[in-house]
C-alpha cells in the first residue's frame, strides 16, 4: 500500500508539472513559493505537523520529546528550519482511527496529531514550552491550519476526508491560529501551506483567496524528505532512505539544491514510526559536506523571491522590492516571466486596489455572475476588473479579451488614477516597462498593496 501510495505522489508530482507547462498562470499577490533561483549553495527545510511532543518511534533519544529532538540537531548544524505547525486537533472528533500504513493511520474523517488519540501531544495550543523553544532558537513557525482540516473536497487520496468547504470557514480556521500565536506567543504568521496542498473550495474560491485575506504567501515544496513513506525493511531503512536520495542528487549535481525547499515531517509517517528523529542528521550532514546553508523560508525569500530570476538579473531589484511589499506583481507560481508579453488583464490586475477581497465577494454574492460578458465573477482578475468598470478605465459591457496585449493608453489610464501621467507610444507594452511604472508609484506611496503583509 505504501509503496502505492509513494509511487501517487511523484505522479502526481509529474503530472503538475508537465500541466504546468501548458496551463494558463495568473498573476496574484499570493505565490506558491516551491524554490527560488539562486547561485547560492543555501536551501530552506521545512517540518509539517507539529509541534509533536510525543517520543520518537522507536525511542532512540531516551523519552525526548520529537520536536525537541529535531531542534538539538539543527542546532548543532547551526541550521534554521521552518515549522509548519497546527492549533488543536482534539476538536476533530467524532472520528475513528484509520488503519497503520495507509492515508488515514491519523483518522477516518480527520487528521490528528501526532496520532488518533493523542492530540494533547501536539498543536501550538497545548505545547506552549516547544513553541517558545522554536522562535527563541530563531526559526520559523508558519501555519498548517488549526485544526488541519482539508479546504475542499479531495477525489485522490483523501477522498473520505470532510473538508472545511467554504472561504469563510477556512479563513476563520487559519484566523484562530493566527490570533493564538498572536496573542500566546507574541509572533506574526506570515505563510501557510495548506493541508494535503487542496487547494479548490466548493463555493468557487481557493487557497489563494484564504491566503490573501490574511496577507500570507503559500508555502510549497520542490524535494521531498521522504520520512513520512514507510519503508517495509522498517525503520534503519527509512532513516538511510532520507540520506541516500540527497546523496545521489548531489553526487550528480551539487548544486542540484540551491534555492530548493525540502519537506519533512514533525510527527510520524503513516507506520507511526519517526524517521526525521535519526535521518536529519544525515540530511544535514550531506548538505553541510556540500557547503550549503540551511536558512528560514523567510530568510530564503528575502535573498531570493522568485523561481526564475535571479538576484543581479535585469528586473530583480524593483520586483523583489515590490513582492517584499505585498504588491501584484509576479505569477501564482511565483513566476516572473519577465520575457512574457503583458496583458490587459495582467496590467489591470497589478494596479487595483483590493482585488483579492472584492473577488470573494463576488463569488459570494453569486458564483453563477459575470462582471462582463467575457468576465465570469470566478475568474482570477474579476476582483480587478470590476474595480476598473467601476472607475471607468474600462467600458462596463464590452468584453475585455483578457488574454490580448495591453497597450500604452491603458497603461495610462490606470496610472492617472493614481494621479500620475505616463508617455503614450505605439510601440508594445513590455513588462518590464509596466513594472517600472507600478514600483515608481508604490516608492511615491501613491498606490496601495494588494496584500498587507506583517499584519
Not at 412 to 420: D, E, S, V
Request: aromatic share 8%; net charge neutral.
Amino acid at each position: 500500500m505504501t509503496a502505492i501510495i509513494g509511487l501517487a505522489k511523484r505522479a502526481k508530482r509529474l503530472l503538475r508539472t508537465l500541466l504546468s507547462r501548458c496551463t494558463k498562470v495568473y498573476l496574484s499577490p499570493v505565490r506558491r513559493i516551491d524554490r527560488v533561483k539562486t547561485r547560492e549553495r543555501v536551501v530552506a527545510i521545512t517540518f509539517d505537523d507539529g509541534p509533536c511532543a510525543a517520543a520518537c518511534s522507536p525511542d532512540t533519544h531516551g523519552g525526548r520529546a520529537l520536536t525537541d529532538v529535531i531542534l538539538d540537531t539543527l542546532s548543532e548544524f547551526s541550521a534554521r528550519g521552518t515549522f509548519n505547525v497546527v492549533g488543536d486537533t482534539g476538536e476533530n472528533y467524532p472520528d475513528s482511527a484509520g488503519a497503520v500504513s495507509t492515508p488515514y493511520w491519523s483518522g477516518t474523517k480527520f487528521d490528528h496529531y501526532p496520532s488518533f488519540g493523542d492530540d494533547a501531544n501536539g498543536g501550538a495550543k497545548n505545547q506552549p514550552r516547544i513553541i517558545r523553544r522554536i522562535i527563541d532558537e530563531g526559526h520559523e513557525i508558519s501555519s498548517h491550519g488549526y485544526r488541519h482540516i482539508i479546504f475542499g473536497e479531495s477525489n485522490r487520496v483523501y477522498s473520505a476526508r470532510k473538508n472545511l468547504g467554504s472561504f469563510d470557514a477556512a479563513a476563520e480556521d487559519l484566523r484562530r491560529l493566527h490570533k493564538l500565536m498572536a496573542r500566546e506567543y507574541g509572533y506574526t504568521l506570515r505563510l501557510h501551506r495548506p493541508p494535503h496542498y487542496v487547494d479548490r473550495i466548493p463555493d468557487g474560491t481557493t487557497s489563494f483567496d484564504v491566503l490573501a485575506s490574511l496577507g500570507y504567501q503559500y508555502l510549497g515544496a520542490s524535494y521531498d524528505g521522504c520520512d513520512w513513506l514507510p519503508q517495509s525493511a522498517g525503520y534503519d531503512a527509512e532513516v538511510r532512505h532520507t540520506r541516500a536520495g540527497l546523496d545521489a542528487l548531489l553526487a550528480r549535481n551539487p548544486d542540484a539544491l540551491c534555492g530548493q525547499i525540502i519537506f519533512s515531517m514533525d510527527g510520524f509517517n503513516m507506520a507511526l514510526r519517526s524517521p526525521v528523529a535519526d535521518g536529519l542528521r544525515g540530511m544535514l550532514e550531506a548538505l553541510t559536506a556540500h557547503g550549503y546553508r540551511v536558512v528560514t523560508l523567510s530568510e530564503l525569500i528575502t535573498l531570493s523571491p522568485l523561481s526564475d530570476l535571479a538576484p543581479g538579473e535585469a528586473g530583480f531589484d524593483k520586483l523583489a522590492w515590490l513582492l517584499a511589499r505585498g504588491y501584484t506583481a509576479a505569477f501564482r507560481d511565483n513566476t516572473a516571466r519577465m520575457q512574457k508579453p503583458v496583458t490587459r488583464g495582467e496590467l489591470i490586475a497589478m494596479f487595483a486596489e483590493n482585488a483579492p477581497a472584492r473577488r470573494v465577494e463576488l463569488i459570494e454574492k453569486d458564483k453563477t455572475a459575470r462582471v462582463l460578458p467575457d468576465i465570469p465573477v470566478t475568474h482570477p482578475y474579476s476582483g480587478a476588473v470590476i474595480w476598473a468598470v467601476e472607475l471607468g478605465i474600462i467600458p462596463d459591457s464590452a468584453p475585455l479579451g483578457a488574454d490580448k496585449p495591453a497597450t500604452h493608453a491603458l497603461l495610462c489610464k490606470l496610472a492617472a488614477n493614481y494621479g500620475a501621467q505616463t508617455a503614450e507610444s505605439s510601440a508594445a507594452l513590455t513588462r518590464g516597462a509596466a513594472i517600472d511604472t507600478l514600483y515608481e508609484l508604490a516608492v511615491a506611496g501613491k498606490i496601495p498593496p494588494a496584500l498587507k503583509t506583517g499584519e
